[in-house]
């Protein structure tokens, strides 16, 4: 089956890095993008950053721009979010998601989502 599985969520004071794994399964991944979504407590679901599995092209959204870097592993069908000078307005659950259209890195992220595949999420909280 289909499968995105999300980890490394957790508790980081601010100015801290976490680095997040989607690790995907069941589907052939050279042919989508993945990215990354987080929803906090009253707020919209937003994306964060993605990246293309047949070439590597990346995207980010402003407020994540020279904080987070998004890279993949092809040979363990996994992507990371290395989220680093974290600030308390990224405390979120963060989702991995998959759209079938390698190109979509950016316009996954327009309302109505066009994602494909949803991972459950991981908590990341940004705290003193």
């Known amino acids: 089956q289909v499968q995105l599985v999300e980890s490394g969520g957790g508790l980081v004071q601010p100015g801290g890095s976490l680095r997040l794994s989607c690790a995907a399964s069941?589907?052939?991944?050279?042919?989508?993008?993945i990215g990354w979504f987080r929803q906090a407590p009253g707020k919209e679901r937003e994306g964060v950053s993605s990246?293309?599995?047949?070439?590597?092209?990346?995207y980010y959204a402003d407020s994540v721009k020279g904080r987070f870097t998004i890279s993949r592993d092809i040979p363990k069908k996994t992507v990371y979010l290395q989220m680093n000078s974290l600030k308390p307005e990224d405390t979120a659950v963060y989702y991995c998601?998959?759209?079938?259209?390698?190109?979509?890195?950016?316009?996954?992220?327009?309302?109505?989502?066009?994602?494909?595949?949803w991972g459950r999420g991981t908590q990341v909280t940004v705290s003193s």
């Open positions: 990246i293309s599995m047949s070439d590597g092209s990346t």
């Open positions: 069941g589907f052939t991944l050279d042919y989508y993008a």
């Open positions: 998601a998959a759209s079938a259209d390698p190109g979509s890195i950016a316009t996954m992220f327009i309302p109505p989502f066009i994602v494909h595949y």
